[in-house]
């Protein structure tokens, strides 16, 4: 078709008067290009429009390999959140555990001593195998802090503590005096346990039911920790000021812990570094990763021991409120005491209480006799020292044992206090 019309076009061009040849076949070229362009095939344009393609997608999904597995989380046996009256032996009853798989939980717990510390709102869980052996036992107290026992192959348990960090956030709390302080200071937020510290700390500095006046204010900074975002009840007290129309009265947390006044006054009465009226030898140093001789397993050592003959005296360290007075299978005899600035003390072993719970005791204080009770290979003393819940080695950590604080820790002290007046001033 194209050979034919390229003939037609030159004979016509040929009759074309007047057009030299070159002419010609320039226009005859340009001619045949336009003629081709316009024959030339286009490219076939495609429809946007979809077009419905059934697919079988079971047989899709039945040739495709899985990449990975849903794991669902085991379930506990048996969960309770502990209720006014619970005891542990009637919590192991109702789950269904033997009396002696509860007996070799409590040897487990002789380093930690967890389940005496159980309370209204913690939640236990029971985990067992087909053969109804306990493997594992969870101990909630808070998002913070867990506990948790584990079955050897041997029939024996190890326990593990788990201490969240968590975020700390400083809150500001600002009241007005408006009857007593603690009433005042409970309706600002403050709790009952907050309330006793700082008037303890004050005591010297303030007699809360003469000096104060309807009309004073006060600031408190408190710190509270919080795990994703919840707030985990564990609250640290930084600092106080109490405003009245003759002076300011103020307690400043220092970073060991301690408190003192803006001038670097001691506030908390002094420690003494052991529970004792005289030293004894050191029968076995404070470890936590220590680890059992035949075993090889990992038995933390969170006290120190005291080699003492059976009835020497022991005599709180510093000043405090007696929380606990019990006789455990393991632990024997022993004594918790509360104290200041986030510190508790423990006394295992002994043979004879003097103290009762609840009861407010004094540095130097008598609070019980040494002995040999509870799991044993001599009499001794076990001391323990818990700061914010973890424990330390009482022969190195840092206590009050001067009453002002040394000059070389003024100026960072004097920045840490510029530092908390101010942000008690935003609230």
Known sequence: MLSANRGELQARLSKVPNLPALHRKLLLASVFVVAAALLWPTPQEFSS?????????????????????????????????IQNGDTLGHLFELAGIGQQTMYKVLEADLNVLALDTLSLGNRIQFFQDEQQNLTKL???????????????????????????????????????????????????????????????????????????????????????????????????????????????????????????????????????????????????????????PVTGRVSPHNGTDFATPIGTRVVAPGDGVVSMVTNHRFAGKYIVIEHDNNIRTRYLHLSKFLVRKGQRVKRGQVIGLTGNTGRVTGPHLHYEFHVNGRPANPMKV??????????????????????????MDLG
Do not use: C
């Not at 006060?218 to 985990?232: A, H």
């Open 138 to 292: 969870e101990l909630y107290f808070n998002p913070a802090y867990q506990v948790i026992f584990t079955r050897f192959d041997d029939g024996t348990y190890g326990v593990e503590e788990i201490n969240i960090e968590g975020i700390w956030q400083n809150r500001i709390i600002s009241g007005e005096i408006n009857g007593s302080f603690y009433l005042s200071a409970q309706r600002a937020g403050l709790s009952a346990a907050n309330i006793q510290t700082i008037e303890t700390l004050l005591s010297s500095k303030l007699d809360f039911s003469r000096d104060l006046r309807a009309g004073d204010t006060f600031n408190v900074l408190m710190n509270d920790q919080y795990i994703e975002g919840v707030s985990t009840g564990n609250t640290q007290l930084q600092a106080v000021r109490i405003n009245t129309r003759r002076n300011n009265v103020n307690a400043f947390q220092n970073l060991d812990g301690n408190f003192y006044d803006e001038r670097g006054q001691g506030l908390a009465s002094a420690f003494q570094r052991i529970p004792l009226e005289r030293q004894y030898r050191l029968s076995s140093h404070f470890n936590p990763h220590r680890k059992h």
């Open 398 to 423: 840092s206590i009050v044992e001067a009453s002002v604080l040394p000059k070389k820790q003024m100026a960072e002290f004097k920045q840490l206090v510029s530092s908390k007046q101010m942000m």
């Open 49 to 81: 429009q979809r077009i419905p393609v059934a697919l079988d997608i079971e047989s899709i999904v039945s040739q495709t390999p899985s990449t990975f597995e849903i794991v669902e989380p085991i379930k506990p046996n048996f969960e309770r959140v």
